[in-house]
C-alpha cells in the first residue's frame, strides 16, 4: 500500500489521508486526466535531485492540453510544488505523480463546467518491474491488445482513460506468468510496453519504434538516446516486427518506473544468451550514473532539493 505523509492539493499541503476526491468527479467517471511519472533520486554526494522535472511537467502541461483542460497553474509552479511535496514528506528519494483532471460537478460526455484541480504525490516505489528485474532480465509476452491507432489514441499524452489498454494488457501478462507484455500497433508493428519504451540490438545497431508510431514520446527513452549517441552506439529509429524481437541479441525497456530493464525472454524464446547483454548493461550504468552519479554529467537533467 502507498503510504506517504502530505499531497499537494491545488496549491496547499494536505494531510495524505484527506487527500480525497468526490464521487460524482468526472475524471472517475470518464478517465479525462493528465499524469506524469517522475523520480528524484540520493546521489552519490547525499543530495537529492529530482531527474528531469521540467521536460516531465512541460509533458504534463502538453498533455492536459491534448485532454482540452487548463491547468490553472504554470510549469514554475508545479515545480515548486514537486519540490515542497519532497520536502514536506522528508524524502531524500522518491517517485512523484503529479495529476490534473476534472473534479466534481456535472457529469455528461460534454460536460465543461467541472473545475480543473491539480494534485501531486510523493512516496517511495522501487523499480517497477523489480529489482531482480533489473539484475538479471524479465519475461515477455506479446500482447493480445494492439496500441490504438494514431488518431484514436493520443499517444504523445499521458492520459489516464487512455491507459486502460496497458492495465489489460499488463493483467493478461501476469495472468500467464509473465512480467511484462509488449504492444503491437495496429499494423503489427512492435510499438512499447504497458508502460513503457522498447528497444532491441540487432547486428549490433540498436533500434526503436520511431516517435510517427503510437508511442509515448519517453523521457527515459530520450535519456538513453541521448547517452547511446554520446556513447557512439548506433541508433536506428525505424518501425520493426515482432520476430525480430525473437532473434534480437538484446531487448531492454524504459521508462521512469521501470528505469532501464533488460528482457531476457519473449514468448518463451530467450533473447540473446537469456542475460542482459552488453550494450543494455552499459546503458544501465550510464543512466544511473546520470540520474545517482558520482559526477554531474548531464547536470541540465537534475532540479536540486
Not at 483542460?69 to 510544488?81: F, G, I, P, S, W
Not at 518491474?129 to 519475461?139: S, T
Not at 489489460?168 to 507484455?181: D, I, T, V
Amino acid at each position: 500500500m502507498i503510504k506517504s505523509e502530505v499531497a499537494w492539493m491545488n496549491g496547499k499541503l494536505v494531510p495524505f489521508g484527506q487527500a480525497n476526491v468526490h464521487v460524482i468527479t468526472h475524471t472517475l467517471h470518464y478517465g479525462l486526466a493528465a499524469f506524469e511519472g517522475i523520480r528524484c533520486y540520493k546521489r552519490a554526494d547525499g543530495r537529492s535531485a529530482i531527474f528531469r522535472l521540467r521536460e516531465h511537467i512541460e509533458r504534463l502541461l502538453e498533455s492536459a492540453k491534448i485532454a482540452t483542460m487548463d491547468c490553472t497553474y504554470t510549469r514554475e509552479q508545479l515545480e515548486n510544488a514537486c519540490v515542497e511535496t519532497m520536502k514536506a514528506n522528508k524524502l531524500e528519494e522518491a517517485y512523484l505523480r503529479p495529476l490534473i483532471y476534472l473534479g466534481a460537478g456535472m457529469l455528461g460526455l460534454g460536460a465543461t463546467a467541472n473545475p480543473v484541480e491539480t494534485a501531486i504525490v510523493a512516496f517511495p516505489w522501487a523499480p517497477l518491474l523489480g529489482e531482480e528485474g533489473i539484475k538479471h532480465g524479465i519475461r515477455a509476452h506479446i500482447s493480445t491488445y494492439v496500441r490504438g491507432h494514431l488518431n484514436h489514441t493520443m499517444s504523445k499524452g499521458k492520459i489516464s482513460g487512455q491507459y486502460v489498454n496497458s492495465v489489460l494488457a499488463k493483467r493478461e501478462a501476469n495472468r500467464l506468468g509473465y512480467e511484462e507484455g509488449i504492444m503491437l500497433d495496429a499494423q503489427g508493428r512492435v510499438a512499447e510496453g504497458t508502460g513503457e519504451n522498447i528497444f532491441i540490438v540487432y547486428r549490433g545497431r540498436i533500434y526503436t519504434p520511431p516517435l510517427e508510431m503510437p508511442i509515448l514520446n519517453g523521457i527515459t527513452r530520450d535519456a538513453v538516446l541521448v547517452l547511446a549517441r554520446q556513447a557512439k552506439m548506433e541508433i536506428v529509429e525505424q518501425p520493426f516486427t515482432r520476430d525480430m524481437l525473437y532473434v534480437a541479441s538484446e531487448v531492454f525497456m524504459t521508462g521512469t518506473a521501470s528505469e532501464v530493464t533488460p528482457v531476457r525472454e519473449v514468448d518463451a524464446r530467450p533473447i540473446g544468451d537469456g542475460k542482459p547483454g552488453p550494450i543494455t548493461r552499459k546503458l544501465q550504468q550510464m543512466f544511473y550514473a546520470a540520474a545517482r552519479g558520482p559526477g554531474e554529467e548531464h547536470p541540465e537533467w537534475l532540479h536540486w532539493l
